[in-house]
């Protein structure tokens, strides 16, 4: 009964389920968080508008008058009022919205476009994930070429200014320039910080933030010792600089950038398969963090590494895996027109780098002038001449589930070991060869007797009949594909060979042409190679010149990384403090545009960019810059009458607190249960066992674990695949693969809660735990404070281990073992172990 009882009670602790809104565009976006938002508005610019352009604006648009049905579809406020059936859409429910409905076809009295086929699969969802992350539409456009120069004088587009540090010699709670931006701010407003975070609140903050992982018993010990003999500054930064040069600090800080880089293993949209290869490119990024490469070089080589000089067949090595940034996007494998999927590979390209770096996409240009930026049709086509000039190589060939492939990207064999893929013997290759040589002369035989025909119908001769279907075109198409794949594997001889994804400049360089609407059957005339214009960079943008041999991707990455660019390190500095302080100085960490918010304290911010760049671009100086500041140290605790004056903590009047990411979350259970495998894994559950087959048979697949998981090693080794994450990944507001994402969502929803206490997962940590407990203390009050310290790091409190104790000595001694999983499956699942203070 006791152990029935403390499930329940601890069921009701636990189980959160907040109260649900359904939005339609017309009620507001006020419910959609940053991240959605940022989706949403990328995906509506690029996807979303020009299909309402080709197919709908010819009876539904205000500049041609026509208002069929009272709708009209080409400004914003008219698709938020909807016509006369009511509202388009129901914000994040898309079978419920009217909108879906018709393009889909699901019901024959609203289908649209009228006396048309349905539009595509892939059309059809844009639209659904447009409206599941919000149905979000710009809240203002930019359309005459006065309102875009004025963009130009937008905040973030000014050059950078060295800023005066406030002169504040009169406080003594300043530790670092920082501090002093941040006093000021809460001076001038008539407030004051908040007071150091605890001792052990503090430690456990830092080991989360610097490495993703919760302080041990004796390094609580440790630290609060060296506090005590010789002060907090002190052992602060002893603290930090010893967390800095451990290998999980490169895996920690990494997955933030893979977010950014919009990393998975797979290519997501209908045909998923997967990118056995896409592991590279995560352990590359690792030990590019690590060994602290300065983030110019590390923008050079993710770019443009193909194209960089090297000394030896493992640099050369090294530089083709960065450029798998430009590789690992969302891919349509289904695409059947070859132009169409080049042209969208390039638009997912010209998003990802410009989002990445400048916070701020292109890519929204590419159909029409930017609606609400300064970014002209002009500048996408410059931009996707640079990546028209680039072959991408992303390692998957033609099969029954995808229309398209791609070759993969050789490596130099060097001192490259690992190859998860094997030979095959000489002969086997022989044998391939003949089979695809058989099966294209059946094809040509086929097309010449196919013409012969034609010839002799005109002359009126008999036509000799050949059967040749569609079965036998595809037969041979699918299979010279995966000849093609198993070839690509391996050398002459059979022997495996390393192999990636990135990028290389094509055998033909040339300029893009400008697509009318964005579409590939409107050709209009050649942009030269270039990048946007910024008045802060005049005299930069005048001395860049293209070359005519070379894509132009070297120069792109050149001028952002100019010390005269006016975003790459406003952007960079942001997203880092956001890591570290809960929002970032501009909250709209992927917008630094006119839609975005304006800066908090745009002087620290020009101040943390400037040293940024004389640090040499490093992160890890960067990163301790921030750790050892008074700002950081502060409690989260709340203050009344500055909540009242600053509800939104942008002043920083206090720390904020923070829910841990999802990986953070499951490597902590992994850590107090004393089971986690530190080690890198080799290569990625993608790359050893599924290989390069279609996601959606992987369930089928009886060598999987169950949810993908199964492993003990950190979380940011699980695999990454789009459409199908691991549950606690996905459960807990994961990145969303498909896009740039420089901050993540932290919602609360019962399946967060009926996971955590139903998972199989998060039940053998808590039984694991129980054993560890007993292995290393013998009383029940010993084991208490353990099970605390390595969840909370801190003690029990005194109600806390009464209360427990009293559970634990009334449990009948069968249930003994049970009770002491149950004590460490609740403590697991508290508020307290997944939120920083």
Known sequence: MNVLRIRTVLTCLVLVIPGAVLLSPAAGQEGIGAADRGEGLRLFESKIRPVLAEHCYECHSARDGADEGGLQLDTPRAIQAGGDRGNLAVSKMPNASLLLRAIAHTDVDIAMPPKQDRLSDTIVGDFRKWIELGAVVPEREVNDVQGREKTQAHWALQPICKAKIPDLRGSTWAKKPVDAFILAGLEAQGLEPSADAPVNVLLRRLHFDVVGLPPSPADILRFTALVAAEGMDLAVAQEVDRLLE??????????????????????????????????????????????????????????????????????????????????????????MSAPQFRADVIDEQIDTVTRAFTGSSVACARCHDHKFESYTMEDYYA??????????????????????????????????????????????????????????REREDFQAMNMGAMMMSEGKEKVPKKEFTLRDALRI????????????????????????????????????????????????????????????????????????????????????????????????????????????????????????????????????????????????????????????????????????????????????????????????????????????????????????????LIGLDKRLPPDLDGTVHRSVYLPVIRDRMPDILDLFDVANPDFVSGAREATSTPLQSLYLMNSPFVRDRAAAMKKRLQAEADTTEERLRLAFEYCYARPPFADESQRLSEFLNSTAREEAELAWVDVCHSLLVTAEFRNLD
């Open 383 to 440: 931009l996707a001449g640079i990546f028209s000039s680039t072959k991408t190589l992303f390692g998957t060939w033609v099969a029954p589930s995808n229309r398209v492939g791609g070759d993969p990207l050789p490596l130099p064999i060097g001192r490259e070991p690992i190859v998860l893929h094997k030979s095959i013997s000489a002969e086997r290759v022989a044998s391939l060869k003949a089979e695809k040589e058989s099966l294209l």
């Open 477 to 696: 198409f699918w299979r010279v594909g995966a000849i093609d794949g198993q070839l690509e594997k391996v050398d002459a001889n059979g022997n495996a060979i390393p192999l990636a994804m990135g990028v290389l400049d094509d055998e033909t360089i040339t300029d893009a042409t400008l697509l009318l609407q964005g579409d590939i059957k409107q050709p209009n005339i050649d942009v030269p190679r270039g990048v946007p214009f910024f008045d802060a960079m005049d005299e930069a943008h005048q001395r860049l010149q293209f070359p005519a041999d070379q894509s132009g991707r070297l120069e792109l990455a050149q001028w952002l990384t100019h010390a005269t660019h006016p975003l790459t390190a406003r952007v960079y500095v942001n997203r880092v403090w956001k890591h570290l302080m809960g929002e970032g100085i501009v909250r709209t960490v992927d917008d630094f545009g006119t839609t975005g918010e304006a800066p908090s304290h745009p002087d620290l911010l020009d101040y943390l960019a400037t040293r940024f760049v004389e640090d040499g671009w490093s992160t890890k100086r960067l990163v301790r810059h921030l750790l050892l500041s008074r700002t950081y140290r502060q409690s989260s605790e709340h203050r009344e009458a500055a909540f009242l004056a600053d509800p939104d903590n942008r002043l920083l009047w206090r720390q904020s607190k923070r829910r841990l990411e999802a990986e953070a979350m499951r490597d902590a259970m992994l850590a107090v249960s004393g089971e986690i495998d530190l080690q890198r894994p080799i290569g990625s559950l993608v790359g050893r066992v599924i290989g390069d087959r279609p996601i959606s």
């Open 246 to 335: 451990t290998q999980e600090f490169g895996e920690r800080w990494g997955r933030h950038w893979l977010d950014v880089a919009r990393f998975a293993e797979s290519s997501g949209k209908a045909a998923n398969i997967s990118f056995p290869y896409a592991w590279r490119f995560r352990d590359y990024v690792f030990d590019c963090f690590n060994d602290d490469l300065p983030f110019d070089r590390f923008i050079l080589e993710q770019i443009a590494g193909d194209l960089l000089p090297y000394e030896s067949d493992q640099q050369r090595a090294r530089l083709l895996i960065a450029t798998g940034f430009l590789a690992i996007g969302v891919k349509n494998l289904d695409e």
